[in-house]
Nanobody
């Protein structure tokens, strides 16, 4: 099975950009769709973005579209999430997850393997 491992979180200021990485451990991401989710304190885990197993299809949360971009490098076995114009409300733990279904779904129930998360804090 594949184990996603996130990195790249940190403390940034409002308006900054940040790139998160999700590396695959154990197996490659080439057969999996990969999604990003986030969870703020006291809130449900919510969908951010997803990319299909081939990288040919992407899906974004409507509220974030235009500020984020997901990409997949199968050769590097890594998925990236680029976030721009960050806002304090983007503060959350960001999770990467892999889905055997292969398509860029937005429901967390579709995802089989989850990383431990990386904290993103945006100060005003």
């Amino acid at each position: 099975q594949v184990q996603p491992v996130e990195s790249g979180g940190g403390l940034v200021q409002a308006g900054d950009s940040l790139s998160l990485s999700c590396a695959a451990s154990g197996r490659t991401f080439s057969d999996y769709a990969v999604g990003w989710f986030r969870q703020a304190p006291g809130k449900e885990r919510e969908f951010v973005a997803a990319i299909s197993w081939s990288g040919g299809s992407t899906n974004y949360a409507a509220s974030l579209k235009g500020r984020i971009a997901i990409s997949k490098d199968n050769a590097k076995n890594t998925v990236f999430l680029q976030m721009n114009s960050l806002k304090p409300e983007d503060t959350a733990v960001y999770y990467c997850a892999a889905s055997r279904w292969g398509n860029a779904g937005s429901y967390k129930q579709l995802y089989d393997y989850w990383g431990q998360g990386t904290q993103v804090t945006v100060s005003s």
